[in-house]
């Protein structure tokens, strides 16, 4: 199979540069592959549930802000965040298609913008516009609400919040498909994920100047769908799963998480764990805000 770029692509990575910078956020480089990305073919229900739980915790909703409020009264933050999620599943089921796929890691990046009112409550929204380069297209969506009880409740010696969100990620990539569906003629599709998410996260973090280091649990329940198209009958699902070019899954799951940010003269930093739906998230935001 002819070798094809994923996320991680010359091409990608300067669409992503320049949408983030015309949105003003920070510009980062995304790590160059030139390995192909994933192939998907003969699905059972096993197989196509371990790959939306890993496609549902890398698109999560990942904002990397801690339980504390913005500001006493008012505070904003804007700023890029960004990150690699493992995918083992991904990537053993890509290489029984394409000895040369490598997909061990799938990347994630939104523009942030966060806004602190009085009574503790937080608005955030994570953003990547729509961008399609080559063979990929990819956007994502995710907002929050988070209230921090100390804003109310004074007496707590640390910070402590409820924050609920929802997201919403499309991604799209193209591959070579060679079997029964196809009449055995190599052909190339198209692969489209869906993904929706909602969950309700509980932080807390203690009340210290410029840092803040927080731990958080949660829960969240995504609707992931995968579906083929450039082709009238190819499908990568086997038959016990569906006869159709499209397939849905609903998992849910326990959520963990673990980060620090820091302040300096206005400028955010910030780095976080997530584990959620079995997969581990590595995240990093830079930000600016007062």
Known sequence: MKARRFFFSK?????????LALAGALIIGVPVSHASGPAFDGLNKDKFDKVIRELSGNSSYHSVTGAGSLGDVFGFEIGLVGGLT????????SK????????????????????????GITGEVLLFPSVEIGDVKYQQFGGAIKWTANDVLPVLPFNLAVRAFVTQNELSFKQKLQNVSTGGISTDV????DNSQFGLQLLA???????????????????????????????????????????????????????????????????????VFETDSFNFKLGFGF
């Open 11 to 19: 091409n990608l990575t300067t669409s992503m540069t320049c949408t």
């Open 86 to 93: 493992s995918t083992p599943e991904i990537n053993s089921i």
């Open 96 to 119: 029984s298609v394409d000895a040369s796929a490598d997909v061990g890691r799938l990347p994630h990046a939104s523009i942030l913008a966060a806004v602190s009112v009085p009574f």
């Open 190 to 193: 198209t692969v489209t994920q």
């Open 205 to 275: 973090s203690p009340s210290l100047p410029f840092v803040e280091p927080y731990i958080g649990i949660g829960t969240v329940n995504a609707t992931g769908k995968l579906k083929v198209s450039g082709h009238p009958t190819g499908t990568i699902f086997d038959p016990t799963l569906t006869t159709s070019q499209s397939a849905e899954s609903s998992p849910s799951s326990f959520q963990f998480l673990a980060g620090v940010n820091a302040s300096l003269v206005g400028f955010k930093f910030g780095l976080e764990y997530s584990r």
